[in-house]
């Protein structure tokens, strides 16, 4: 079992930035793919972005088109942790933030396919956190 748990959420102004945290603990992989989630009232679960690797190769990154250019995704190996930096913020990122993983991957290119953009390519997920962007 993986667990995940996110960190990092809050209220903040257009324009103003967040980092999210997600720690996993409990069993690891060599291959991963790691991604973030978000949900508004009254809409569905959608897509923000994605990370993968194997082993030691370089991690792969695909976003979202409504975050790409403000919005990064990277981890920590050392501290079991993928972070979102989420700058330039705007109302329409008001959200409950999940991260979510997959190690069933068998390639680092995981992240750059139409896969991990849907939800139910991850078999282990976080609780949320909350994102607040006030205009």
């Known amino acids: 079992q993986v667990q995940l748990v996110e960190s990092g959420g809050g209220l903040v102004q257009a324009g103003g930035s967040l980092r999210l945290s997600c720690a996993a603990s409990g069993r690891t992989f060599r291959s991963y793919a790691m991604g973030w989630f978000r949900q508004a009232p009254g809409k569905e679960r959608e897509f923000v972005a994605t990370?993968?690797?194997?082993?030691?190769?370089?991690?792969?990154?695909a976003y979202a088109d409504s975050v790409k250019g403000r919005f990064t995704i990277s981890r920590d190996n050392a501290k079991n942790t993928m972070y979102l930096q989420m700058n330039s913020l705007k109302p329409e990122d008001t959200a409950v933030y999940y991260c979510?993983?997959?190690?069933?991957?068998?390639?680092?290119?995981?992240?750059?396919?139409?896969?991990?953009?849907?939800?139910?390519?991850?078999?282990?997920w976080g609780q949320g956190t909350q994102v607040t962007v006030s205009s």
């Open positions: 990370i993968s690797w194997s082993g030691a190769s370089p991690v792969y990154a």
């Open positions: 979510a993983a997959d190690e069933r991957v068998s390639s680092p290119f995981a992240s750059l396919t139409s896969t991990y953009r849907m939800s139910t390519a991850y078999n282990y």
